[in-house]
């Protein structure tokens, strides 16, 4: 299983950025994705789930109403269209799923929010 992270980087107050996870090594429409993200200091903490058909979806409650989590089937490809960001919103952002009993993580990408 292999989790890639892309579309990181910095962005001014109230921009938006795009993150995306390439996933590989398992059947990719069986399985519940997720975002993840762990600021400075702080432990990880949930963002955004999708189920595996891409027709349910939660948020925790600091991003609901900015971020969208989608996914592609036919690509192997979860995103998380993040709108107007805060600098609360900086942090590393990871792309998480469960196979089995395993946890799988890919390595990050950075969201940095700052003017």
């Known amino acids: 299983v292999q989790l890639v992270e892309s579309g990181g980087g910095l962005v001014q107050p109230g921009g938006s950025l795009r993150l995306s996870c390439a996933a590989s090594?398992?059947?990719?429409?069986?399985?519940?994705m997720s975002w993840y993200r762990q600021a400075p200091g702080k432990g990880r903490e949930s963002v955004a789930h999708i189920s595996r058909a891409g027709d349910s979806t939660n948020y925790a409650d600091s991003v609901k109403g900015r971020f969208t989590i989608s996914r592609d089937n036919a690509k192997n490809t979860v995103y998380l269209q993040m709108n107007s960001l805060k600098p609360e919103d900086t942090a590393v952002y990871y792309c998480y799923t469960r196979v089995g009993s395993l946890d799988y993580w890919g390595q990050g990408t950075q969201v940095t929010v700052s003017s």
């Open positions: 090594g398992f059947i990719f429409r069986n399985y519940v």
